[in-house]
């Protein structure tokens, strides 16, 4: 069983491009979380998808950032007109659709490294 | 809102021996979770054990265990026998709901151990 894919590994934009980021998410998950980690910090959410559904976006920024989860397909993060400060790594985790009635563990893919030059 | 309060920046230890890694937290919600995460410098994000508030016993996963002082709000890492690869930053997080019974994690700073040969 595969993990939670994400891709690219590394990515790097100049200030003003855009960048896409995608999550596949654990085979049998439909629920997908988007963090974000700044350097030498924690996690911090972002947003919370089902299939089709933006479920929380508290987190999100509310100018620039996007995110969806498509019928089909990976879940795609996408910032438009990147700045310095959006460089980060973008981790995507995926939960069961019944959560683990022990853990409601999220497991984490091995995340996106964005760099804005 | 909740909040994870990892108070050890750093931490240095010897190998082989046991570390204990500080984290307290603060809710107001009867009903939680806890989790520790290890980062390693690959970046990937390791689910390492998780504490339900209405756990009877400490959580344990090998050489791994959760202090869990409820009254105390702590819920610290305890490593036991520490080996060379446990090198790593280390992340607790509590779960906190949103709605349709989803729950996103807020982390804490996170501590970084180094474990000396």
């Known amino acids: 069983n595969a993990g939670v894919m994400q891709n690219p590994r590394h990515l790097v934009r100049r200030r003003g491009q855009e960048a896409r980021l995608r999550c596949s998410p654990m085979?049998?998950?439909?629920?997908v979380y988007w963090y974000r980690q700044l350097p030498e910090e924690g996690l911090k959410f972002m947003v919370y998808?089902?299939?089709?559904?933006?479920?929380?976006e508290s987190g999100m920024p509310k100018e620039r950032f996007s995110a969806e989860f498509p019928k089909e397909g990976p879940s795609i993060l996408r910032i438009q007109q990147v700045v310095r400060g959006d460089s980060a790594a973008y981790f995507c985790a995926s939960s069961p659709i019944e959560g683990d009635r022990s853990t409601d563990t999220q497991y984490f893919g091995p995340g996106t490294r964005l760099t804005v030059l | 809102a909740q909040k994870i309060t990892q108070t050890q920046p750093g931490m240095f230890v010897q190998e082989k021996e046991a570390v204990t890694l500080d984290c307290t937290y603060d809710t107001s919600d009867p009903s939680y979770g806890l989790f520790w995460y290890k980062q390693p410098s690959s970046g990937e994000m390791i689910f390492l054990i998780y504490?339900?508030?209405?756990?009877?016993q400490n959580a344990t996963e090998g050489r791994y265990s959760l202090n869990f002082q409820k009254a105390r709000k702590s819920a610290n890492l305890v490593i036991s026998a520490s080996q060379l690869g446990d090198s790593a930053m280390y992340f607790c997080?509590?779960?906190?709901?949103?709605?349709?019974?989803?729950?996103?994690?807020?982390f804490g700073q996170g501590t970084r151990l180094t474990i000396n040969p």
């Open positions: 997080a509590m779960r906190e709901p949103i709605i349709q019974g989803a729950q996103k994690l807020v």
């Open positions: 998808l089902q299939k089709e559904n933006i479920i929380d």
């Open positions: 504490q339900g508030s209405y756990d009877q």
């Open positions: 085979k049998g998950h439909s629920h």
